[in-house]
């Protein structure tokens, strides 16, 4: 792992004469307005399927030009594909037979493993130069309209380079990311799919199994605690169902492990042990409070 | 259960020329503020044990008075216990022997069953009339400077008589609450440990169990989804662990219920089965979703 001090990524500031962003939702468009404001890009040209979607994007200025022609990333010098996770791997082969041989290509897609191993899986034959990025940057807001340039500010963004990405790539990618404002890790695909199992799918996961499970009649008797536990199952079925199946090993694993201190916290209670209870409260307790508000 | 709409709670503006509120921290303190602020009470009797939190609650007008001395309730009109959940039995039977005969009792603990059960075991010697409540209004925030005198307008307020409690009481304390702002709800003891171990107790064990979970090495790597499933494993370790014994038989059912619909969830990762998935997920949003933000 790269430490985010490391004076290569983000020293200078870079600049992309023409960026195409494929999907101007929240992250596509968070990163367009980003990318105007802080200078960093001449041109940002949307990229995406629904002319409404795009319309809204160029009058927001999240965007200079749109375009439903996906053939139009052959003009830009970066590519950034930030649609939903299981149609990223289907766009990186369509972007590469577009782009300018040597063009930097990136996601924003929340699993790696899978979307890295296919793009791999022909690396002697691409055009184009891809390294994976995950903004760990979300909202449960969507669409065009939820974009925010500082969307990215003081977060982080993981990089995950292949173990055939050569070292520049690897530059240009994190040195992208970190000029957004993000601080930057490099990691194997797979080490972001096993942390981000446990930080953000299982968690998902988690909040899903607890809203559905509370009876009906239990609803109107729900407070902030049952709010905040459960405010992400109410992110979008479709997208969250390709995350959780495109990363299934690693997230039934953190499931599990969190179903051991649940078993543990019953077997607690039932014995009615006190000492036990309170000793797994405040184990968590101080995991909550190590993260911050 | 009592219909909020029925017009015995809450029609009429009630006024208790003095209030006692044993413990002035978050619950009592805004329920002090609520009184004062209505002009629900003339006095509002401040009672605890740390004369530094009283002299903090009467510098920020959440009591008319202070003192230390229990036996203070017996000039009160009206009595709340507003302490920890495991303090609540002893010191009602101390409130009982030292208020005027037939004044009425009620306090905010978040169980109900066993502090319910404990008054009505000597039922016929009591001076004062209990009716047990409970205000479904928290924060993560503590202690006197948290008080908020709008912390219940909007809010629910459950009060739970025992099958010998007379009807009278009951619209007492319903009016009380009511008063404050709160929705009143009535029902017997058991049944609101058993919908409160689904509507808070048993989520707070899985956000105990997801921070506990969470490997330190992934903690960098939580964004909003974690930190929001999470927030409430940041409380009290004490008193979330008188809580949750308290209610332990409720909470290990319910705990089992999302363990039932986890499980579920993790095998139809494990066969990828997406329709399975997503099902659950869209059941999940229509629960969230049906509660509001």
Known sequence: MRSPEDPALGAMKPHWPSV???????IGGSVGQALLARRLAGRVIGIGRDPQSLAEAARLGTVTETTTDLAAVSDADLVLV??????IGGLLERIDAAVSPGTPITDAGSTKARIVSGWERH???RRGRFVGGHPLAGSHRRGPSAADGDLFAGRVTVVTPATATPAADVETIGGFWSALGSTVYVMPPREHDRLLAAASHAPHAVAVALAAATPAAAR????????DTTRIAAGDPGLWADILLDN???VTRALARVGRVTARLQAALERRDRRAVEMLLVRAKEARDAVGS
């Open 20 to 26: 195409a962003i494929v999907g101007v939702g929240l």
């Open 82 to 87: 930030a649609t939903a996770v299981g149609s």
């Open 248 to 250: 299934a090993a690693e």
């Open 220 to 227: 109107r008797f729900t407070a902030g605690g049952w709010r």
């Open 123 to 125: 690396r002697r034959r």
